[in-house]
């Protein structure tokens, strides 16, 4: 069965364009002008993947994100914007947006987008490596190897825990010390692989590759927007950072 987006897009030129060019590519589509509409649809035929633009009239793609995640709707959210700035990023994010693509985009980093958010959400085989997409044959690397043998790094089938932090992989819930997380999927996911690494630097490439599925290239600042948000929730007065940034390289968890 091909799997189903749905778009939502007030400009005509670019919600036909987009239409036409995702049907090529195999995706069943179900193409609307508004907020209003894509809010209609979503209740009556959940997508696999919703595409939204940011700027529509009425209800806006931001708030169609707020209506189905406060509805529990935890389909995929591509996010098409034409805002640049880093604040305007967040309030995606916060939200309830996975990703997003900044107009004008070219339509191949859309379908990458796409098929990283849908990989996220498939079937986990039981054979299936934690951490890993289910589509993804095993990869083996020295620092994913060391990390299981880290001193501050525990796990079991359904826990791990690092730096002080613990995630239950089945509930999807994350706690520092007693106080609850509140995570979006890639914030989780994100956070996950660190902590699975916790006292190794995971390079900018690695950690494209593990969450999106596709390295954008040295100018992209999606990366650095999920850590930036990850950290404002995991950040406490007076207690140590936990996600450090190793210039030039990328990040690591450890509790100094």
């Not at 006292?199 to 590759?209: A, N, P, Q, R």
Request: some cysteine; glycine content about 8%.
């Amino acid at each position: 069965m091909p799997q189903t987006v749905l778009l939502a897009e007030d400009d005509r030129a670019i919600r036909h364009a987009l239409e036409r060019a995702l049907t090529l590519e195999g995706y069943q589509v179900t193409a609307v002008a508004d907020g209003v509409e894509a809010l209609a649809q979503a209740h009556r035929t959940p997508p696999d993947v919703l595409l939204l633009d940011v700027m529509m009239p009425g209800i806006d793609g931001l708030q169609v994100c707020r209506v189905l995640r406060a509805e529990g709707d935890r389909t995929p959210i591509l996010m098409l914007t034409a805002l640049v700035e880093t604040a305007d990023r967040i309030a995606g994010l916060d939200a309830g947006a996975d990703d997003y693509v900044v107009k004008p985009f070219d339509v191949e980093e859309v379908f990458a987008r796409l098929r990283a958010l849908l990989r996220r959400t498939s079937p986990v085989p039981a054979n299936a490596v934690p951490g890993t997409s289910g589509d993804e044959p095993q990869k083996s690397s020295s620092a994913s190897a060391s990390a299981y043998s880290s001193p501050s790094f525990s796990s079991s089938d359904r826990q791990i825990a690092a730096a002080g932090l613990r995630m239950d992989l089945q509930a999807r819930r994350v706690w520092r010390a007693e106080r609850e997380l509140e995570l979006t999927r890639t914030e989780f996911e994100l956070l996950e692989l660190l902590v699975r690494n916790a006292g190794i630097v995971l390079d900018h490439s690695t950690i494209y590759d593990r969450i999106w599925g596709y390295d954008f290239g040295p100018g992209s600042k999606n990366l650095a927007v999920y850590v930036g948000y990850l950290r404002r929730k995991l950040d406490e007065p007076g207690a140590p950072q936990l996600i450090h940034t190793v210039r030039g390289v990328g990040y690591v968890l450890r509790e100094d």
